[in-house]
């Protein structure tokens, strides 16, 4: 039981260029979130998804696109890199139903520079 | 909408002192309260959650908290803290309610231990 993998770790990236960040999960989780962190600024959240096939914005949705084909995926996209999107970004999965819905599992962590 | 305040940015504190984080939050309804710990470099890990009921909850690693529900708090306590304490912690509120799954985090407040 793996709980919340993503890859890559670390990446750096020249402005304009394109990467996609990958979430897994290996709980069955019907909820996945993407959230960046900055420096004083705590996690925000960036989009999330409801369940396979379904996605919506978060609080800092602008210059990213997600997408969730499989249950167990969730996938970051970043179509023209800028250096404002230098961060490190955490995947997080939880279940849907009652109380333990808001409970959510992280992964590692991707430490992202755009230069 | 839900918010959390963490008034308190850096803390130092001895090895063996007794230590409270500060966690403030504001929600219309009874709030789903979480304390996670971010070790350098890793990812989020739940410390402990409060959703209903007894309002003094048992975590992980020795530390609890309390919901005070006349002071929108749910602050953080350790009795007596070790050097491996030392890393972030972030409080979060989460909305009650299955459908909404979304949980918003403070800005964290930074634990150092003085030897």
């Known amino acids: 039981n793996a709980g919340v993998t993503q890859t890559p770790k670390f990446r750096v990236l020249k402005t304009g260029q394109s990467m996609t960040l990958l979430c897994a999960q290996d709980m069955n989780h019907e909820y996945m979130y993407w959230y960046r962190q900055d420096p004083g600024m705590g996690l925000r959240l960036i989009h999330y998804?409801?369940?396979?096939?379904?996605?919506a914005k978060g609080e800092v949705p602008d210059g990213y696109n997600v997408s969730r084909l499989k249950k167990q995926n969730f996938l970051l996209g970043l179509e023209s890199a800028a250096p404002s999107q230098t961060s490190v970004y955490f995947c997080?999965?939880?279940?849907?139903?009652?109380?333990?819905?808001?409970?959510?599992?992280f992964g590692p962590g991707t430490r992202l520079t755009v230069l | 909408a839900q918010s959390v305040t963490q008034p308190d940015i850096h803390i130092t504190v001895s090895e063996g002192a007794s230590l409270e984080l500060r966690c403030n939050y504001s929600y219309g309804a009874t709030p789903y309260l979480f304390w996670y710990v971010q070790s350098p470099g890793q990812g989020l890990q739940l410390l402990l959650k409060y959703f209903s009921g007894d309002t003094l909850v048992q975590g992980i690693k020795g530390f609890e908290a309390e919901f005070k529900r006349s002071q929108s708090s749910f602050n953080l306590r350790k009795p007596s803290v070790h050097w491996s304490d030392a890393a972030e912690y972030f409080c979060a509120v989460g909305a009650s309610g299955s459908s909404a799954s979304k949980i918003i985090f403070g800005s964290g407040t930074r634990l150092s231990i003085r030897p």
């Open positions: 998804s409801v369940g396979e096939g379904t996605t």
């Open positions: 997080a999965s939880s279940y849907s139903i009652g109380e333990r819905g808001n409970e959510q599992f």
